[in-house]
């Protein structure tokens, strides 16, 4: 199955994209957004594989709370709040966070 993931900024995005060795779609909500922006923005991918990698702040966490009451079948992943932001996790922790997610990551990808 496609897979989309959906991460908040686009730091994010390119701090994951490099990792990943399948076709996947990386959306940003660039911050907190409302349910019908969330929407506007899942709908078109919602018979695929969602999962949901934000940041470990309260942002994060409100956009978690909103994805899950508007696409409860999306499947969340967390890093670890001491790194707080996804931009800001070690590469390492990220493959695992993917290898964990069922993403096929870039094996030869280091800390850069």
Known sequence: MEKVIVVEGRSDKTRIAPLIAEPVTILCTNGTVSASRLEELLLPYED?????????????????????????????????????????????????????????????????
């Open 48 to 112: 695929l594989d969602i999962i949901i990698l934000v940041d470990a702040d309260k942002s994060g966490e409100q956009l978690r709370k909103l994805v899950k009451r508007e696409f409860p079948e999306a499947r969340h992943f967390y890093i670890n709040r001491s790194y707080k932001e996804v931009a800001a996790t070690p590469i390492r922790i990220l493959l695992d966070v993917l290898i964990s997610a069922n993403v096929q990551v870039n094996k030869l990808v280091t800390e850069g």
